[in-house]
């Protein structure tokens, strides 16, 4: 492996002060910094007056910025021209890279490295590791940066540039796709439930519990209901003792869950294999489909739809978020259109073969986003 110098960044780089003070009839673009490298961001406009800072600094194209209370945690990059002009609070340093000796790019692409956080947060000073951690400009100043040519230093940066516009491009032909077959599956379902016959929520999957009987000696997994159609989720075991006076329900696979605070907005599921044997508070709703009427898979994509969360969201009077409470009366009184049951099963297939597709598709994704991470440790192995 060929030898790169270590130079230290108060050699390459020298701060900049643009402050100005703030007018309260002024607007002021207001940015931030993303964590893990991922650079800066347009986070706001605001007003002098919806402001409390007395001062701002601003940026410019090729600038170099970092936050002094999350540097440790990646949240470093480079100004791009759409934020030109942006502002930022005195917690964001910011610097001008010595151009003959320094490529701004080089320099993002070294702080994307998880080793460079690491020494980052061996330097921060404060009262507790989360909030308080201020990576000062002198720290800044002292880290010392693998320096190869300039013409290197672009090279290597064109490269990962280009592994990062083919990982774009892979990410956008899976949401692509992914939007084709939603689509497609919105059609299906339209052509299915077309001229289809309403029928009750307490005909076709009514309530069912299964309250358990608490033994201060044991242990209760809880499940849990993601919004947005997001399915459920494993949560921490109650012991008997911390159950309390709370009462638990027992889920088993196939029951068609709702979550009764955040029903109307999507917090609805079924239960996998996986699932079974766990438990739901008084605030999971459970119900049973009718086989031989309907399948909780057809009932799920009816209430994810624009009409069925409509209809979840009468059944949900009150203001916004736990004041929103789906009732159970109203909930089996809701009506669902009831296709014959061959078709409802032919679309479950449907849906089963998109879930499949979306699950190859997250593999494909995880492996593309470490492309990048490897690259970066490939180049500056042992460098750091």
């Given at each position: 492996?060929?030898?790169?110098?270590?130079?230290?960044?108060?050699?390459?780089?020298?701060?900049?002060?643009?402050?100005?003070?703030?007018?309260?009839?002024?607007?002021?673009?207001?940015?931030?910094?993303?964590?893990?490298?991922?650079?800066?961001?347009?986070?706001?406009?605001?007003?002098?007056?919806?402001?409390?800072?007395?001062?701002?600094?601003?940026?410019?194209?090729?600038?170099?910025?970092?936050?002094?209370?999350?540097?440790?945690?990646?949240?470093?990059?480079?100004?791009?021209?759409?934020?030109?002009?942006?502002?930022?609070?005195?917690?964001?340093?910011?610097?001008?890279?010595?151009?003959t000796r320094l490529d701004t790019g080089y320099l993002a692409r070294?702080?994307?490295?998880?080793?460079?956080?690491?020494?980052?947060?061996?330097?921060?000073?404060?009262?507790?590791?989360?909030?308080?951690?201020?990576?000062?400009?002198q720290f800044f100043f002292d880290l010392?940066?693998?320096?190869?040519?300039?013409?290197?230093?672009?090279?290597?940066?064109?490269?990962?540039?280009?592994?990062?516009?083919?990982?774009?491009?892979?990410?956008?032909?899976?949401?692509?796709?992914?939007?084709?077959?939603?689509?497609?599956?919105?059609?299906?379902?339209?052509?299915?439930?077309?001229?289809?016959?309403?029928?009750?929520?307490?005909?076709?999957?009514?309530?069912?519990?299964?309250?358990?009987?608490?033994?201060?000696?044991?242990?209760?997994?809880?499940?849990?209901?993601?919004?947005?159609?997001?399915?459920?989720?494993?949560?921490?075991?109650?012991?008997?003792?911390?159950?309390?006076?709370?009462?638990?329900?027992?889920?088993?696979?196939?029951?068609?869950?709702?979550?009764?605070?955040?029903?109307?907005?999507?917090?609805?599921?079924?239960?996998?294999?996986?699932?079974?044997?766990?438990?739901?508070?008084?605030?999971?709703?459970?119900?049973?489909?009718?086989?031989?009427?309907?399948?909780?898979?057809?009932?799920?994509?009816?209430?994810?739809?624009?009409?069925?969360?409509?209809?979840?969201?009468?059944?949900?009077?009150?203001?916004?978020?736990?004041?929103?409470?789906?009732?159970?009366?109203?909930?089996?009184?809701?009506?669902?259109?009831?296709?014959?049951?061959?078709?409802?099963?032919?679309?479950?297939?449907?849906?089963?073969?998109?879930?499949?597709?979306?699950?190859?598709?997250?593999?494909?994704?995880?492996?593309?986003?470490?492309?990048?991470?490897?690259?970066?440790?490939?180049?500056?192995?042992?460098?750091?």
């Open positions: 492996m060929k030898k790169w110098p270590k130079i230290k960044l108060g050699e390459l780089l020298e701060q900049i002060d643009r402050t100005v003070r703030v007018d309260p009839e002024g607007s002021y673009r207001l940015l931030g910094v993303r964590l893990e490298g991922k650079g800066p961001f347009f986070r706001e406009m605001v007003t002098g007056t919806e402001t409390a800072a007395g001062r701002l600094n601003q940026v410019q194209t090729g600038d170099f910025i970092y936050s002094r209370l999350f540097a440790w945690r990646g949240a470093l990059g480079v100004i791009n021209d759409d934020l030109d002009g942006g502002f930022v609070s005195n917690e964001f340093p910011i610097f001008r890279v010595d151009a070294w702080f994307q490295l998880p080793a460079v956080w690491q020494k980052i947060e061996e330097k921060c000073t404060g009262s507790t590791p989360t909030t308080r951690n201020r990576f000062k400009e010392e940066i693998p320096l190869p040519q300039l013409s290197e230093q672009r090279a290597i940066v064109a490269q990962l540039d280009a592994l990062v516009e083919k990982t774009r491009q892979v990410e956008a032909h899976l949401d692509a796709v992914e939007r084709e077959a939603e689509h497609l599956l919105a059609l299906r379902f339209r052509d299915a439930i077309a001229d289809a016959p309403l029928m009750p929520m307490s005909k076709l999957a009514p309530l069912v519990r299964r309250e358990q009987i608490i033994d201060i000696n044991s242990n209760y997994p809880e499940l849990g209901i993601r919004s947005f159609g997001k399915g459920a989720f494993h949560k921490p075991s109650l012991s008997g003792g911390d159950v309390g006076t709370k009462r638990l329900y027992r889920i088993e696979s196939g029951d068609l869950l709702f979550s009764n605070v955040f029903a109307w907005e999507g917090a609805i599921a079924i239960a996998q294999a996986e699932d079974t044997g766990r438990f739901g508070s008084h605030r999971f709703i459970t119900c049973l489909a009718n086989p031989a009427i309907t399948t909780a898979e057809f009932l799920r994509y009816y209430f994810l739809t624009d009409e069925g969360l409509l209809k979840i969201g009468e059944a949900s009077p009150g203001g916004a978020g736990r004041n929103r409470t789906l009732g159970l009366e109203k909930l089996m009184a809701i009506e669902v259109p009831v296709p014959p049951l061959g078709i409802q099963q032919s679309f479950d297939c449907l849906q089963a073969e998109i879930a499949a597709l979306k699950a190859r598709h997250a593999s494909i994704r995880i492996a593309n986003a470490a492309l990048l991470p490897a690259a970066l440790e490939r180049i500056f192995a042992e460098r750091v």
